[in-house]
């Protein structure tokens, strides 16, 4: 197949800058001298896991593994000890990269460790990527969470990185002239594929802020970055200090393409962030299975409130309960169906995007597709006359989308009852201005509660699965309402008021 990253292995950009980290950068020559010699060290490797801090480390060794044909598989370093040991058992991997500085916890410890060497001496050489990966060969396996239990591996083929990455490019007419600023973790695909191979394949160059802060993003976008990645969450800080902040506005006001993307973009921010910079932020719309679906186009309509239209490659269509099709609209012709703005049905897509399973789960795989191969993606969405897709809600409400990041109100549940103090759980997600959701635990406890149980909870859940899955707001109730059969009725809990 062809190279993911034509101007990596042809060395002919070798001296262009590819990657920064803070004070650390590599070019496109660094890159190939610090990736080639570890990707020939793990080629007969099976799967290796990366401790994805987000750093160069990170960049490098996914690179390295992508360049073996070796599939790869990130870490969250902020990753509890149950989640995991759920990554590690089910992905088995034979080797951990990671920072020489990074400590890992014990799970990891029994893997063999690879330091990630990124300043290898000999610059300049360039590595032909490996010939006998096959286009659908997995190129990473992605931690995502469903409904109940714990996170599904996703498993995406070299295939979908590529065409996802070269459709955004038509979108969004992105070139090896672009520098791109974000502030993204490295362990999902908005921050590893979009944020990192994504300015790669096009030859262009990333600039990582380590963590995102408005004060970076300005900085970079002052000197010479031309676009921004960003969840809701992100853009919402930046609209909070807009008003007050001439000079960050002047800095998004410089950007040739602001991107929102993971969850909605409420249309207040949109309109608060064009207000005080002059620029619309365009979004787009994936999934880690699919990777991207639609956006805004450049070329197109900016319309907020919409994430755009199918991209290059994407069948796209609109399904009822009873899996008769409202709309669709795909790669060949003009929307057709109920093209009205009004008719709600299933997002379900198809392309060379999509991923190929669920690893070690053939059952859930099997339930993701109908029978005539289109992935269901839970999303409920209007299709307008012209093609653009607005997303108004979600299949699942125990799917939580709290910051960008997706996570399940099961997962969150069945961690709370391992605590001794809960004999009752259930989880929810409620509307939250700066988080886009925030989760929320409703708790029957064991006797009294301690006035610190709710804190005490919430760490709780931070550790045995990740700081981001924790409650914001505990409840205790005496009992939680459930149906004749015993289920809880989350739609009969009060409305969390915070
Ligand atoms: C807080 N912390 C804790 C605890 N409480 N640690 C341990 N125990 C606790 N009880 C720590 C956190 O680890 C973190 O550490 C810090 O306190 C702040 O945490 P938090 O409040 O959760 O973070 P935040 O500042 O509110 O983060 C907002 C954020 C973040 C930066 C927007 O949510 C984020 O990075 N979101 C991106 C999600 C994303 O990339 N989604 C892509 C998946 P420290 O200070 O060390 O950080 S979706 C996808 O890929 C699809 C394909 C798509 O369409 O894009
Ligand atoms: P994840 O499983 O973490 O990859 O999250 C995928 C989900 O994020 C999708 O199924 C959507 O619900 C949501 N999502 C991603 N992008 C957008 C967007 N631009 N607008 C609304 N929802 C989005």
Known sequence: MSPLFPALVSGDCAARPALRFGERSLTYGELAAASAPLAERIRDSGRVAVWATPTLETAVGVVAALLAGVPAVPLNPKSGESELGHILSDSRPSVVLAGTADELPDPLRELERIDVDVHHPGGGTALPEAPEAPEDAAALVVYTSGTTGPPKG??????????????????????????????????HVHGLILGI??????GGAVRHLGRFSAEGVARELNDGATMMFGV?????????VLDGDVELAKALGRARLLVS????????DHERITA??????????????????????????????????PLPGVGLRLVEEDGSTIAAYG??????????????GEIQVRGPNLFTEYLNRPDATAAAFTEDGWFRTGDMAVLDADGYVRIVGRKATDLIKSGGYKIGAGEIENALLEHPAVREAAVTGEPDEDLGERIVAW???EGAPDPALGSELSDHVARRLAPHKRPRVVHFLESLPRNDMGKILKRALPKDAE
Do not use: K
């Open 197 to 202: 191979l994504g300015p790669l394949r096009r």
């Open 443 to 445: 708790v029957v406890p």
């Open 232 to 240: 809701p969450t992100m853009y919402h800080r930046l609209a909070e």
């Open 276 to 309: 005080a910079t002059g620029r619309r932020v365009i979004e787009r719309y994936g999934m880690t299975e699919t990777l991207m679906n639609t956006s805004v186009r450049v070329d197109g309509e900016p319309r907020p409130g919409t994430v755009g239209v």
């Open 154 to 187: 996703a498993v995406i083929p070299r295939r979908a990185i590529a065409a996802t990455l070269d459709a955004l490019a038509d979108a969004w007419q992105w070139t090896g002239e672009d520098v791109l600023v974000h502030g993204l973790p490295l362990f």
């Open 331 to 344: 790669t060949d012709g003009a929307p057709t169906g109920f093209c009205d703005g009004e008719s709600v």
């Open 261 to 268: 993307g993971s969850a909605a973009l409420p249309v207040h």
